[in-house]
C-alpha cells in the first residue's frame, strides 16, 4: 500500500468512526430527552413480534384523543409565543411580598394552569418563573422544595379535568364519560390535595422580598385571534363540535398566523401515545396477559385503584391508562389511580422528568444536587401518594 492509499485508507476510517459518534451521540442525546417514547416505542417494535401487524391495528387508535391534544398543545404553544401564561403570572406574583406568599403563587398558578394547558405544559410554562423568582430574591435554597411542589400541583391540579392530564382526555374519551359527571367524580381528590399543598406551602418562611416586574405589552390581536382558538379546542374537548373540524381548523390557523407554534408542539408526547396505544393493543390480544391483568383490574373497583397507582411507579401513568383500560370498566377506580399514580417514583409521570430535568438544567456542577432533590421528591410525593390512596379507597 504507498502513501497515498494508507492516507485515503485511514481517511475512510476516520470518516467512518467519525460518523458512528455522531449517530450514537444523537442516539444517546435523543433518549436523554425522550425516555418515555423510547421505552414506547421498544415496547411498541417488541409486542408487535408477538401480535403481528394487521388490519386490527387501526381499531388501536383513539384518533378523538389524538386531536384533541395536538389542537390543545398547538394552541397553547401559540399562547407560550406571545408570553401570555408567563405575564398571567408574573402579575400575580407581583403581589406577593413574602417568599411564602410567593411560592404559595407559584404553586397555585401552576395548580390552576394544568387544569386549562395539561400538567406538562403549565411545568414548561411556569418553573422558569419560579426559577427567576427565586434566584432574583436570593432564595435558590428552597428551589428543591418550591419546584417540588410546583410539580405535585401540576400532576395533581390537572385531575379535575379532561384536558387537564393526558391520561384524562384518553379515558374521558374512551370511556365516552359525561363532562359533569367527570368532575364530580374527581372534585373531592382535587380538594384534598389542594388543602395538602397550600398545608406544605407554610414550610416554606415568610421571609420578605421584593420582585420587579417585566413590563410587557402582548399582541392584543393576535391574543384575541389564541384565545378564540383555545375556546375552540375546550369545544373539542367537550365534544360541543366534531374533532374533525377542529383538527381542520385549528393547524390551518396556526399555519398562516404563527408556523413556529405548530413546530413547537410537544410531538414526541403524541408519538408516545401512538406506540402506547399500539403497546396496550398488543398486550389486549395476548391471552396469559388478559388472564392476569384482567384479574387484577375487572374485578374490585379497590383492586383496581391500587393496581393501577402502583403500575404508574413502574411505566408512568399515561402508558397505566391505555393499557388498563382495555381491561376493566371500572373507569372511576383507574381514574383515581393514574391521577394519584402521577405522585411516587421520578418515571410515574412525564411531568416529574421534566421538573427534574429543569431544576439539573440550573444546577449542573452543584455536589450532591440530583441526591439531595431525588431523596426530598420521594419523602414528599410518597407521602402526598399515600395520604391520596387512602381518600380515594373510601370513595370508590
Given at each position: 500500500m504507498n502513501k497515498i492509499e494508507h492516507v485515503r485508507h485511514h481517511s475512510a476510517r476516520y470518516s467512518v468512526?467519525?460518523?458512528?459518534?455522531?449517530?450514537?451521540?444523537?442516539?444517546?442525546?435523543?433518549?436523554?430527552?425522550?425516555?418515555?417514547?423510547?421505552i414506547a416505542a421498544a415496547l411498541a417494535i417488541a409486542t408487535s413480534f408477538i401480535v403481528t401487524p394487521d388490519i386490527e391495528y387501526l381499531g388501536y387508535f383513539d384518533f378523538r384523543t389524538l386531536t384533541c391534544l395536538l389542537?390543545?398543545?398547538?394552541?397553547?404553544?401559540?399562547?407560550?409565543?406571545?408570553?401570555f401564561f408567563y405575564v398571567c403570572a408574573e402579575r400575580i406574583i407581583g403581589f406577593a411580598k413574602n417568599l411564602r406568599l410567593a411560592t404559595i403563587a407559584l404553586v397555585y398558578i401552576t395548580f390552576i394552569g394544568s387544569m386549562l394547558i395539561a400538567n406538562d405544559?403549565?411545568?414548561?410554562?411556569?418553573?422558569?418563573?419560579?426559577?427567576?423568582?427565586?434566584?432574583?430574591?436570593?432564595?435558590?435554597?428552597?428551589?428543591?422544595?418550591?419546584?417540588?411542589l410546583q410539580n405535585i400541583a401540576a400532576n395533581l391540579g390537572g385531575m379535575l379535568t379532561p384536558f387537564g392530564n393526558p391520561q384524562n382526555l384518553y379515558l374521558y374519551s374512551y370511556f365516552e364519560i359525561p363532562a359533569g359527571q367527570f368532575v364530580s367524580v374527581?372534585?373531592?381528590?382535587?380538594?384534598?390535595?389542594?388543602i395538602l399543598i397550600t398545608l406544605a406551602c407554610f414550610i416554606v418562611p415568610s421571609t420578605p422580598l421584593s420582585y420587579n416586574r417585566d413590563?410587557?405589552?402582548?399582541?392584543?390581536?393576535?391574543?384575541?385571534?389564541?384565545?378564540?382558538?383555545?375556546?375552540?379546542?375546550?369545544l373539542v374537548v367537550f365534544r360541543g363540535i366534531p374533532y374533525q373540524l377542529g383538527l381542520i381548523v385549528i393547524p390551518t390557523a396556526l399555519f398562516f398566523l404563527d408556523r413556529k407554534a405548530l413546530r413547537e408542539v410537544d410531538w414526541g408526547l403524541l408519538m408516545t401515545f401512538v406506540c402506547f396505544f399500539i403497546f396496550s393493543g398488543n398486550m389486549a390480544r395476548i391471552p396469559a396477559?388478559?388472564?392476569v391483568i384482567g384479574t387484577l383490574v375487572g374485578g374490585s373497583e379497590k383492586l383496581t385503584l391500587l393496581t393501577s397507582s402502583l403500575s404508574c411507579q413502574a411505566i408512568s401513568n399515561v402508558p397505566s391508562a391505555i393499557l388498563l383500560s382495555k381491561f376493566t370498566v371500572n373507569w372511576k377506580a383507574l381514574l383515581y389511580g393514574v391521577n394519584i399514580g402521577g405522585c411516587g417514583t421520578l418515571i410515574s409521570s412525564l411531568a416529574s422528568l421534566i421538573t427534574f430535568r429543569t431544576f439539573m438544567s440550573h444546577n449542573r456542577g452543584v455536589h450532591g444536587a440530583a441526591g439531595k432533590y431525588v431523596a426530598m421528591f420521594s419523602v414528599v410525593n410518597f407521602a402526598m401518594?399515600?395520604?391520596?390512596?387512602?381518600?380515594c379507597m373510601v370513595l370508590v
Open positions: 468512526l467519525n460518523a458512528f459518534h455522531t449517530i450514537l451521540d444523537a442516539s444517546v442525546g435523543f433518549v436523554r430527552k425522550n425516555p418515555v417514547l423510547t389542537c390543545t398543545l398547538a394552541v397553547i404553544c401559540a399562547l407560550k409565543e406571545i408570553r405544559m403549565a411545568l414548561i410554562t411556569f418553573l422558569p418563573l419560579g426559577y427567576i423568582v427565586l434566584s432574583c430574591t436570593k432564595n435558590e435554597k428552597y428551589m428543591v422544595f418550591v419546584f417540588i374527581m372534585f373531592p381528590p382535587f380538594i384534598f390535595a389542594m413590563e410587557y405589552e402582548m399582541p392584543k390581536r393576535r391574543l384575541v385571534v389564541y384565545l378564540a382558538l383555545f375556546a375552540l379546542s375546550i396477559v388478559e388472564a401518594l399515600g395520604l391520596l390512596l387512602a381518600l
